[in-house]
């Protein structure tokens, strides 16, 4: 059973979000911030309260309620071993760096927006986007090779 919750910004824009009781509050958010195309920082009810990411939906919120997104404003830095990136508030990836520990990611720029995770380790990124891509750069022998063709192929994915 899931239960409705309508996830809105101050600037008025809102979505419903269909969730589990039993999910903790940042799969909300995950699902509000890939809904609206926003990054965001937390939620808080119409009474004020900011709910912890870790508590159960069904600790704060019924079906029906709204809530309200604060938005993150600072870029997110991840480092790997010699190389880093940096997400924008828009989700836009830029990484900088040792070329063969994904300091170069310029073969799949264009492919880096709407970024809503990004992960690295010691030689390569892998970035999550909001349609469900993931785009990865770096070392191909060491996680840097094109991986949307292996998550399609297990079934975990849908055809680019």
Known sequence: MTIRVSVGLLSGEQRDVEVDPQDAVWVLQLQAGAALGARLQGLVTPEGKVLAPHSKVQESLRDGDAVT???????????????????????????????????????????????????????????????????????????????QRLLCSSGSGSQP
Do not use: K, Y
Not at 86 to 110: I, K, M, N, T, Y
Not at 118 to 142: E, I, K, P
């Open 69 to 147: 997104m604060l938005l993150s404003r600072v870029p997110r830095l991840h480092a790997g071993c010699a190389a880093f990136a940096v997400v924008s508030e828009h989700g836009e990836a830029l990484a900088w760096g040792h070329p063969q520990r994904g300091g170069d990611c310029s073969a799949v720029q264009d492919d880096l927006v709407g970024i809503l995770q990004l992960s690295t380790h010691s030689f390569a990124f892998a970035a999550l986007r909001r349609d469900g891509s993931v785009v990865t750069w770096g070392n191909a022998g060491r996680g840097g090779e094109e991986v």
